[in-house]
């Protein structure tokens, strides 16, 4: 069960430019879930680009609503002892306090993650399966 990075989460706009990409994972990745971090992670870049609360609940539901078309489970992963993980993650690998949460987060459901952010190659026990490059 492969996580998905927040990379994924945008490109389900058709507007992304790793839209095509993106279509292409939600039907051909088995098990392919969603860990709250990067749906806080999505929560969090609406906002910081200035949208409204309204704006960020109806993205946020247009998302579930893609999610459930495509069979793509949300996991809850956060927990005090994930939150130390990240801490670990982030100061030994110089990751982005996101990628270190998704970090955390795919550590704790199967050790991959759907991305093109080659940082979590850095991390042992993360097998990364690029988003732009999947056959």
């Known amino acids: 069960m492969p996580v998905a990075d927040t990379e994924v989460l945008f490109g389900i706009n058709p507007k ?6 993106t279509l292409r994972v939600l039907k051909e990745t088995n098990n392919l879930t969603v860990p709250d971090t990067a749906i806080f992670e999505f929560q969090v870049v609406l906002r910081a680009r200035e949208r409204s609360p309204s704006q960020v609940k109806m993205a946020l539901l247009a998302l579930n609503e893609a999610l459930a078309r495509h069979n793509v489970r949300e996991v809850k992963t956060i927990t005090t002892g994930l939150l130390a993980l990240q801490c670990e993650l982030e100061e030994a690998y110089g990751l982005s306090y996101f990628d270190s949460l998704i970090a955390a987060s795919a550590l704790t459901v199967d050790h991959e993650v759907v991305s093109d952010d080659e940082d ?9 399966i690029p988003l732009s490059r999947m056959k």
């Open 16 to 21: 992304d430019p790793k839209h095509q990409h």
């Open 120 to 128: 979590f190659d850095r991390i042992p026990g993360i097998k990364r």
